[in-house]
């Protein structure tokens, strides 16, 4: 069966986002073709990999989102809207890697 969802849609700011995770040096894998709610970017930072929901200033999660994010057992998905959130993002990592402030499970 072919999902549906996997259509390639991306957000206006996708690429912008994308860019700036770039910019500072992280990993990007681009997941939004997966679809079933998957989040938009796989990125790699700091030793971490991290599951990134693109979304615009407004925009909404689906329901397949809200989904996935209930039943997915890794650490929590972020939601970036700017440019600037992904930067406060890895500057997030970066410094609870440098000070050890990762739970024993890796959750933030």
């Not at 996997?6 to 990993?27: K, L, P, W």
């Not at 407004?58 to 890794?74: A, K, T, V």
Request: hydrophobic fraction near 35%; glycine fraction near 10%; charged fraction near 25%.
């Amino acid at each position: 069966m072919r999902n549906p969802a996997a259509q390639g849609r991306t957000d206006s700011n996708h690429t912008e986002i994308v860019r700036a995770y770039e910019e500072m040096f992280c990993s990007v894998v681009e997941l939004h073709k997966v679809g079933f709610g998957c989040p938009d970017l796989m990125v790699g930072c700091a030793g971490r990999t991290e599951l990134v929901e693109v979304k615009t200033e407004h925009g909404q999660l689906e329901p397949s989102q809200i989904r996935f994010q209930n039943d997915w057992r890794g650490s929590k998905v972020v939601i970036v809207r700017t440019a600037i959130d992904a930067q406060n993002h890895v500057l997030n990592i970066r410094e609870k890697q440098a000070t050890g402030k990762w739970g024993t499970n890796g959750k933030k």
